[in-house]
Antibody, heavy 123, light 109 residues
């Protein structure tokens, strides 16, 4: 069965960086984009960006450009998302999810999600 | 920039009642890439409806989606206790290419 399993909760100080992993199983890793979605406490869902595991192509939401880096390791079917220059506003749950590559000709949607990783930024 | 606005912000209903949740886009969007998700406390979002009206795998038939252009609706025909959650609409297309609505909280009356 399809699974996206994320790394555990992190506590970081302001100005630090954090790297979250998302390990995929149960499907062909290179057939689906990996997206990252953020949810601040009590708030809604915010799209951060995506990576194409097949070729490493990236797209970041404008508000995260320059602070977020998404990478992948196809040998272990894992995607990573790193946020630098953390502030208290980055305290949130970070989710990975997937979308089928080439979906624009049919329907694009996020069908499986990771369990989420809580990142707390506190001095 | 396309904005998705969900209404109401909170909907208070009882089990057995019918729920209608609205999502309005600031300009016409493709229904092929219009989706609904359910999120329960402490859980990741779950895909309910994709392509505006297709139920995702394992979703009960009391959930249905409709709409096109700028107005979309998620309907739950008869509420079950497990349906009380937050619901988000989401759409792909335009610039920026992805967006979510702010959510509707469906709460027990």
């Amino acid at each position: 069965q399809v699974q996206l399993v994320q790394s555990g909760a992190e506590v970081e100080k302001p100005g630090a960086s954090v790297k979250v992993s998302c390990k995929a199983s149960g499907y062909t890793f290179t057939d689906y984009y990996i997206f990252w979605v953020r949810q601040a406490p009590g708030q809604g869902l915010e799209w951060m960006g995506w990576i194409n595991p097949n070729n490493g192509d990236l797209k970041y939401a404008q508000i995260f450009q320059g602070r977020v880096t998404m990478t992948r390791d196809t040998s272990i079917n894992t995607a990573y998302m790193e946020v630098s220059g953390l502030t208290s506003d980055d305290t949130a749950i970070y989710y990975c999810t997937r979308e089928r590559i080439g979906c624009s000709s049919t329907t694009c949607h996020f069908d499986y999600w990771g369990q989420g990783t809580l990142v707390t930024v506190s001095s | 920039e396309i904005v998705l606005t969900q209404s109401p912000g909170t909907l208070s209903l009882s089990p057995g009642e019918r729920a209608a949740l609205s999502c309005r886009a600031s300009q016409s969007v493709s229904s092929r890439h219009f989706n609904w998700y359910q999120q329960k406390p402490g859980q990741a979002p779950r895909l309910l409806i994709y392509g505006a009206s297709s139920r995702a795998a394992g979703i009960p038939d009391r959930f249905s989606g409709s709409g096109s252009g700028t107005d979309f609706t998620l309907t739950i025909s008869r509420l079950e206790p497990e349906d009380f959650a937050v619901y988000y609409c989401q759409q792909y297309g335009g610039s920026p290419p992805y967006r979510f609505g702010q959510g509707t909280k469906l709460e027990l009356k």
